[in-house]
């Protein structure tokens, strides 16, 4: 019963960190909604079960990195309040990092589709 309880606690916590980004987040609310939006078009256009490992990995890694950028960000904020300049270039650099993974996230979901549409 124990070791139960602990993974109760584990799924708490990582539900708690779910709902805090949801709420506080802009971006992860949108790549939510561009996540939802893939799997609307998947069971639509019968993705197979290739596709679907790709695209659930590639949306885990996105919905993943924004969580670490708001944490990091966060971190930061303590560190530093107020934005210095060494603070914004990691801002900046951690924004980036972000924006090359949704970059290629849309690169596969783009393949997908193509895969889908061509027979």
């Known amino acids: 019963m124990l070791y139960f309880s602990r993974w ?9 960190g779910l709902a805090y980004v949801t709420r506080r987040e802009l971006s992860f609310r949108l790549e939510l909604a561009a996540v ?38 966060r971190l930061l904020d303590l560190v530093e309040p107020r934005l210095s300049v060494h603070v914004a270039l990691l801002k900046d650099l951690l ?17 997908l589709l193509r895969s889908v549409a061509t027979p």
């Open 8 to 16: 109760q606690r584990k799924f708490t916590y990582a539900g708690r």
């Open 36 to 73: 939802v939006l893939g799997l609307l078009l998947g069971f639509l256009l019968h993705f197979s079960i290739l596709a679907w490992g790709l695209f659930s990995l590639t949306a885990a890694v996105v919905l993943a990195v924004e969580i670490f950028n708001t944490v990091l960000e």
């Open 95 to 111: 924004a980036a990092a972000v924006f090359l993974v949704a970059l290629a996230a849309i690169a596969i979901g783009l393949m």
